[in-house]
């Protein structure tokens, strides 16, 4: 088979769909060496996606970079794909080519934009609320994280059950215990302390960072604990409020906001971490979270559903909105060590039942079955 898959979600700094993309592709290239993997985009991948494509995947794996074209999705990608006649083509960030629907496979990851319009940009959620109900319909199978966003998607898109399949994502392989030692370095070039708790993730809305430093602030305030709050990632979108609430705490050098880091750089500070929180409102997985448990970090996240399908019993939970219980938590987990060492040991033996390999083996089982169904035979 020659596959195509959506190779957009490369072309700036890695997030979350971005490491998704590159991950499965790789794993696919690597579980299926007789099959040819390409990463289309109409605008050049980061230097750091191409040099790892070319350092540390197979041969069957390529990135191509196409003419640019103002109207890819309906006008430039089914040129493309029409072109070099590929057998199907993943959209693995919510969007497919709207070229020989049955030979598709789109990826949802979660339907934040849909039930949570209010934690997204206006223009993007209008724009998204209305292409994803036309992208679903489109593909011919719909692939997502968990069974929970699989069946909010049967529910609200009105998409049949038979339609979508689970392939649970993994964390990725840099992710591995790192010893306080070889931690330092990372921590003292950031200016963190040894006592820190730790948040990974964009700066936005569903992360409901408000009540993390809010919770924060009561352990401040109301305990001799004196740890370093560290929220390490990029800045997103809509955050008047936290700007604001940060400014009226004046939290001062107890907080830390790192930026974009290198895995190398997460790698060091889940490992070192006392306490990792994850506190988000939304999510379709959550990979952070079972990043920092491969790393061994004991876990705090918001009682979602989804968390407690992909976490089991490796993590603590907390509603999302109770500052109080949030803050207790935290507390809880730096004044033992023995609660920390079991959360520890049992979120590595948890992170280690997920892999890019099953994932990859889920999704060409796909592939395979758009193939040989007859209903979805190609039509040039």
Not at 187 to 192: Q, S, T
Not at 195 to 206: A, K, N, Q, W
Not at 317 to 331: K, N, P, S
Request: aromatic letters at 8%; hydrophobic letters at 40%.
């Amino acid at each position: 088979m020659r596959i195509g898959l959506d190779g957009l979600p490369l072309t700036s700094p890695r997030t979350g769909v971005g490491h998704y993309t590159f991950e499965l592709a790789r794993a696919l290239a690597l579980i299926a060496p007789e099959d040819q993997f390409e990463l289309v985009a109409h605008q050049p991948l980061t230097d750091s996606a191409l040099h790892q494509i070319e350092m540390d995947c197979p041969g069957n794996l390529r990135a191509i970079s196409t003419r640019r074209y103002r109207r890819w999705w309906a006008v430039g990608l089914p040129l493309y794909l029409k072109k070099v006649s590929l057998d199907l083509f993943h959209g693995t960030n919510y969007e497919v080519p709207l070229w020989n629907k049955r030979r598709t496979v789109l990826t949802i990851h979660d339907l934040s934009i849909w039930l949570h319009p209010d934690k997204h940009e206006d223009d993007l959620a209008r724009r998204a609320r209305r292409r994803l109900p036309i992208m679903a319909r489109s593909a011919g199978v719909i692939i997502t994280g968990t069974e929970y966003v699989r069946r909010e998607i049967c529910q609200n898109l009105g998409i049949g059950t038979d339609r979508v399949v689970v392939t649970p994502y993994a964390p990725r392989r840099s992710f591995q215990p790192m010893s306080s030692d070889d931690a330092h370095e990372t921590k003292r070039r950031l200016g963190i302390e040894d006592d820190f708790i730790l948040f990974v993730g964009t700066v936005e809305p569903r992360k409901n960072l408000l009540t993390l430093v809010r919770a924060f602030a009561q352990i401040l305030r109301h305990t001799s604990h004196r740890p370093q709050l560290v929220l390490a990632g990029a800045k997103g979108w809509l955050m008047a409020e936290f700007n604001l609430l940060v400014s009226r705490l004046d939290l001062g050098d107890r907080l830390r906001l790192t930026g974009y880091l290198s895995d190398a750089e997460l790698r060091a500070l889940y490992s070192a971490c006392k306490v990792f929180v994850y506190p988000s409102i939304y999510e379709g997985f959550g990979l952070p979270p079972l990043e920092a448990m491969a790393c061994g970090a004991p876990v705090i996240t918001s009682s979602l559903p989804v968390f407690h399908e992909t976490l089991g019993d490796a993590a603590c939970f907390v509603e999302a909105m109770d500052v109080e219980a949030l803050a207790r938590t935290m507390v809880d987990l730096l004044e033992s060590e023995e609660r920390r060492h079991a959360l520890s040991s049992r979120g590595q033996a948890r992170a280690a039942r997920f892999s890019w390999e099953k994932t990859a083996q889920l999704t060409l089982d796909v592939y395979h079955q758009i193939m040989t169904r007859p209903e979805l035979s190609f039509h040039k």
